[in-house]
């Protein structure tokens, strides 16, 4: 076996959910994730009394995104600490270089793993009222993720 | 970027001057910069956070760039 490669006997958490299949097609597959600062600076910030907020959204899950991407609003709420800039592409041509920060990613409700220091993107998703993040595939390497069209199912094992 | 927006200029000019060299010394790595100090190479983005962080204190920014010869373009569809 490959550095890397993962047997879907070994992903422990699975969570199954079904929107339908119109929704699901209209939608896509999205899920309510917590965003937030990472843990290593919540632990130490609140050993001195300081306080940081967590944000319920809705999180698209984009095999198209090659990393993940939040609205710049977010990262300005839960104070995000910037960590580089990004050269980011879109599908419409749009090009430029996004401010990238480390966040914690988890999932509420679930069994899914967190994340407790990832790299986001802050790049505008405009025109979209069903979420304000792209859960990229820097998050899914660490998935198996089952699109069921015709059932309106979607699957997660981590 | 904005052209008013100046975050990270100082670490961006750090990481330039010296790309050429980690190139053939850091090629993968992630570098931490804070201001004009290099703090360290780190194989993956967390461990690279932590001492980032450790370096730079709550609430301060600080560069955290893995090395390649050319800067990546993330595609978003």
């Known amino acids: ?158 | 970027m904005p052209p008013e927006d100046r975050t990270l200029q100082e670490e961006l000019q750090v990481f330039e001057e010296h790309r050429h060299e980690w190139l053939s010394s850091n090629l993968g790595e992630f570098v931490v910069i804070v201001g004009s100090k290099v703090i360290g190479f780190h194989p993956d983005y967390e461990s690279a956070f932590k001492a980032g962080l450790s370096a730079a204190g709550l609430g301060k920014n600080f560069l955290l760039r893995q090395v390649w010869a050319e800067e990546p373009v993330y595609l978003i569809y």
């Open chain 1, 1 to 158: 076996m490959g550095r890397g490669t993962c047997l879907p006997h070994l992903l422990k958490v699975r969570l199954k959910w079904r929107p339908n299949s119109s929704k699901l097609l209209l939608e896509g597959p999205h899920i309510e994730i917590l965003v937030s600062t990472t843990r290593p600076e919540f632990e130490e910030g609140r050993a001195i009394g300081l306080e940081y907020q967590e944000l319920r959204v809705h999180a698209l899950i984009d095999t198209g995104a090659s990393l993940t991407v939040i609205n710049p609003q977010i990262a300005t709420t839960c104070k995000l600490l910037q960590t580089d800039w990004n050269r980011i592409t879109t599908v419409g041509g749009m090009a430029g270089s996004y401010p990238a920060y480390a966040a914690a990613i988890s999932f509420p409700e679930t069994d899914l793993p967190n994340f407790d220091v990832i790299r986001v993107v802050a790049c505008p998703i405009i025109e979209q009222r069903f979420f304000s993040c792209l859960i990229g595939r820097d998050i899914l390497r660490k998935w198996l993720l089952t699109y069921d069209g015709p059932n309106g199912e979607v699957e997660l094992k981590a």
